[in-house]
Nanobody, 117 residues
Framework: QVQLAESGGGLVQPGGSLTLSCAAS????????MGWYRQAPGKERELVAT?????????TKYGDSVKGRFTISRDNANLVTLQMNSLKPEDTAVYYC?????????WGQGTQVIVSS
């Protein structure tokens, strides 16, 4: 199995920035996808950003609501980082890290991001 450790959530003012990190451990393979989804109260879970590593055909994907503000990056097969800039109150949600490989999917416990004055 794969375990995901999330960090970086917290409270930030509108227009501010936060960086979320997720470290994977366990049965990690060279080619995998990692990233973030988020869920606000009463809303369905939605894509924030994902990134594939270890494959020339891989790439990044962003949700429409975060394009131009968030940047996802992969340092290695075990780590994903999300740089969040120009944060808005509507970005408030629980952010969940995801790891996908070999037809399997694993989720982190979630980290709270609150954007408020």
């Amino acid at each position: 199995q794969v375990q995901l450790a999330e960090s970086g959530g917290g409270l930030v003012q509108p227009g501010g920035s936060l960086t979320l990190s997720c470290a994977a451990s366990g049965s990690i393979v060279r080619v995998n996808g990692m990233g973030w989804y988020r869920q606000a109260p009463g809303k369905e879970r939605e894509l924030v950003a994902t990134a594939t590593i270890g494959s020339t055909s891989g790439g990044t994907k962003y949700g429409d609501s975060v394009k131009g503000r968030f940047t996802i990056s992969r340092d290695n097969a075990n780590l994903v980082t999300l740089q969040m800039n120009s944060l808005k109150p509507e970005d408030t949600a629980v952010y969940y890290c995801i790891y996908r490989a070999l037809g399997n999917e694993y989720w982190g416990q979630g980290t709270q991001v609150i954007v408020s004055s």
